[in-house]
């Protein structure tokens, strides 16, 4: 294959193309695979775990962990599997804008999810949207909503979380939903790539015919010490 055969959303996997160190290595976990802690919060929807989107895609992780090239990946716990809707704050990133200005930058972390918890019990839950898989990339699947109403609510619960909680990542507005399967620990080479390029369209194709709509839980507030457990701390079930 080609290096312009490879999607631009896959070139940052790609040795032969990437040019940027890969993000978090050393940070958030080692080249063993291991994950190192790192503590946050977070506001995320958990799978339905007895749904068919669950079993679908469950079976996709297996086959990613069966693919060539997967010992270049740090593997999360099947468990830990979730779709973002609004990031909190993390131990490592502690900076503006990606913190609430009106609180130190040495509050620990602790502290943080305590004064989110006393924020988020005035938050008023938004609409319920439906999700789909649109794509894939080694480390996990795309997601975003299903119908145009479903991205505008999913906008609306961002716009009203930063509202609250005082903060807006850069990223905000373009903001990319996704479920995390794994980490990179090392770039594929041009035949390891060559051969995920056309499996990971075969994956997300497989999701969108046994689960066309993602059967997620209720957006939730988690606090985590790694990347293997979100906890669920308060649920915001949608109108």
């Not at 749904?51 to 069966?66: G, K, L, P, T, Y």
């Not at 993390?90 to 009106?102: K, S, V």
Request: aromatic share 10%; proline share 5%; glycine share 4%.
């Amino acid at each position: 294959m080609s290096q312009f055969d490879v999607p631009d959303r896959l070139r940052s996997f790609s040795s032969s193309l990437a040019r940027l160190p890969i993000a978090h290595l050393g940070q958030r976990y080692y080249t063993s695979g291991t994950f190192l802690r790192e503590c946050g919060n977070t506001v995320v929807c958990h799978l339905v775990e007895t749904s068919e989107s669950a079993s679908a895609i469950h079976a996709v992780r297996a086959r990613f962990q069966a693919m060539p090239g997967a010992d270049k990946l740090a593997f999360t716990a099947v468990s830990s599997l979730h779709m973002t809707l609004f990031q909190g704050i993390i131990e490592t990133q502690r900076a503006l804008p990606y913190w609430p200005a009106d609180v130190s930058l040495e509050a620990p972390v602790d502290d943080m999810t305590a004064i989110f918890m006393d924020r988020l019990a005035r938050f008023t839950p938004g609409e319920a949207f439906a999700i789909e898989v649109t794509h894939a990339t080694p480390n996990g699947l795309t997601l975003d909503g299903v119908t145009a109403r479903d991205r505008q609510v999913l906008k609306d619960w961002r716009r009203r979380l930063a509202d609250l909680l005082g903060y807006r990542h850069p990223d905000h507005d373009a903001y990319v939903f996704h479920m995390t399967f794994a980490y990179m620990v090392e770039r594929f080479d041009d035949e390891t790539m060559a051969a995920w390029v056309p499996f990971l369209k075969d994956v997300v194709e497989d999701i969108r015919q046994r689960s066309p709509i993602i059967r997620l839980r209720a957006p939730a507030f988690c606090a985590f010490d790694d990347m293997n457990h979100f906890e669920e701390l308060i649920s915001f079930e949608p109108r």
